[in-house]
């Protein structure tokens, strides 16, 4: 029995993706049965890499057979799914399930910059936007595509962000590298936060000031007169 073919009725029969990690240990299990066979028991020590080829040579038969469906590898999980073009009676047989409110066009330019730009602050963010992003954070966040990721090595050490699972799932994505290109996105230049007492001239603002104060300090009042020998 081959081993895609294993993996082919282990898809089709699972409820829901499962990971190349998850495959591994349905068969690990099966070759612990006590009626495990010399096949089962083979497996039991399997490669990730070679469950991946595996499924990776399943999903070019089916592409290749051109049947209703495929094998879909997304946010790490694979998962059979149905060609788009049949979704007109698929929706009609299982009715058409209550799905969140599309996200905003402010949501979606924040995601997309935190997607390629990723881990980034919310300063970070908003210096690209132009644009206080509070709001569009949370909303994110509580839609669970985004979520904080670690601390920036900057004062005051502030959240980093990034994409969880399902925005890659949301999106269809098979991994962060799926994304499509975004070359000038990621070209924009991002000023980080000094820590203080680092900077070697003051700014302008206070350079001008300093340079004022010094004149107005030298020049005499109109009070003053000319002192004489």
């Not at 081959?2 to 690990?28: G, H, N």
């Not at 399997?46 to 049947?67: F, N, P, Y």
């Not at 900077?199 to 020049?219: D, F, I, R, S, V």
Request: glycine content about 6%.
């Amino acid at each position: 029995m081959e081993l895609k073919s294993i993996l082919e009725s282990l898809l089709f029969s699972a409820q829901k993706p499962l990971s190349v990690k998850e495959l591994r240990e349905v068969l690990t299990h099966a070759a612990e049965a006590e009626d495990a066979d010399a096949t089962a028991k083979s497996l039991a020590k399997i490669k990730d890499s070679e469950l991946t080829a595996a499924l990776e040579q399943l999903a070019r038969e089916h592409e290749t057979a051109a049947r209703s469906y495929h094998l879909a590898c997304v946010a790490g999980s694979w998962q059979f799914v149905t060609q788009p073009e049949y979704a007109p009676w698929l929706k009609a047989l299982v009715g058409i399930k209550a799905r969140p409110t599309r996200l905003s066009q402010p949501a979606l330019e924040t995601l997309a910059i935190i997607a390629y730009r990723q881990p980034i602050t919310r300063a970070e963010v908003e210096q690209i936007r132009g644009v206080n992003v509070d709001t569009t954070m949370q909303t994110l966040m509580e839609r669970g595509l985004v979520e904080t990721v670690g601390r920036a090595e900057v004062v005051g050490r502030p959240p980093t962000y990034g994409t969880t699972a399902l925005f890659l799932e949301y999106f269809g994505l098979r991994a962060l590298g799926n994304l499509p290109a975004a070359d000038e996105l990621r070209r924009i230049t991002v000023e980080k936060p000094t820590l203080p007492g680092l900077a070697t001239t003051p700014p302008e603002p206070l350079k001008a000031e300093g340079k004022q104060n010094a004149e107005t300090a030298a020049a005499p009042s109109a009070g003053d007169s000319p002192s004489t020998q």
